[in-house]
């Protein structure tokens, strides 16, 4: 069964701790994509990476870090320095993201993360 | 970009009618669109796509419709049933840069 997974479906954090949400994709893609979710916007990308061992920062990377050590694997870690981490957050994949090629993204199940 | 709000528009249709959702577009120089479906708590699910060179694409109850000289795409759901109710966003794309996400409408199908 194919797909996209996210874990935990919920997560509670206190104030100055780090959490980290996990992304496995089996569908053999390159690309994979952190976007955070608020109410009524639109999704904001956070990081991206193209290949293993190799990512970039989007629109809003501040108080968040990742890894890609494994083609399967896309951890998010929301760090301390997040001001405002409450949110849905969403992972994507897709089977490339090369320039002036665009492949579709398919998202996965999302985390919902509240600090309390 | 386009503007975000607290509030989603929503569009409410009788069951059995057709339901069109529009999205305007920021991009004059995007050359491909995705409909996504998304359902309260859950992650978006693809509907269809269409690339700069269509005017339409069709799929099974959907249609997207490309008017590029205004910036508009429009999806069309035949036949509106229950299952349908969620929040359809559009996604549009700039030759493999990245990704820009409307806010999204709320279809709610009335029994």
């Known amino acids: 069964d194919g797909g996209i997974t996210q874990s935990p479906k919920y997560l509670f954090r206190k104030e100055g701790q780090n959490v980290t949400l996990s992304c496995e994709q089996n569908?053999?893609?390159?690309?994979m994509y952190w976007y955070r979710q608020d109410p009524g916007q639109g999704l904001r990308l956070i990081y991206y990476s193209q290949i293993v061992n190799d990512f970039q920062k989007g629109d809003i990377a501040e108080g968040y870090s990742v890894s890609r050590e494994k083609k399967e694997s896309f951890p998010l870690t929301v760090t301390s320095a997040q001001k405002n981490p409450t949110a849905f957050y969403l992972c994507?994949?897709?089977?490339?993201?090369?320039?002036?090629?665009?492949?579709?993204?398919?998202f996965g199940p999302g985390t919902r993360l509240t600090v309390l | 970009g386009e503007s975000v709000g607290l509030h989603l528009p929503t569009l409410s249709v009788q069951e059995g009618d057709n339901s069109i959702i529009n999205c305007a577009y920021s991009?004059?120089?995007?050359?491909?669109f995705i409909w996504y479906k998304q359902e309260s708590g859950k992650g978006p699910q693809f509907i269809i796509d269409?690339?700069?060179?269509?005017d339409k694409r069709q799929g099974q109850r959907v249609t997207v419709l490309l008017n590029k000289t205004v910036k508009h795409l429009s999806l069309q759901i035949a036949a509106t049933q229950p299952g349908d109710s969620a929040v359809y966003f559009c996604?549009?794309?700039?030759?493999?840069?990245?990704?820009?996400f409307g806010p999204g409408t709320r279809l709610s199908v009335l029994p």
């Open positions: 996604a549009e794309n700039n030759y493999g840069q990245n990704f820009v």
């Open positions: 994507a994949s897709s089977k490339t993201r090369v320039a002036r090629s665009t492949d579709t993204q398919y």
């Open positions: 569908l053999n893609h390159d690309a």
């Open positions: 991009n004059s120089a995007s050359d491909y």
């Open positions: 269409i690339r700069s060179n269509m």
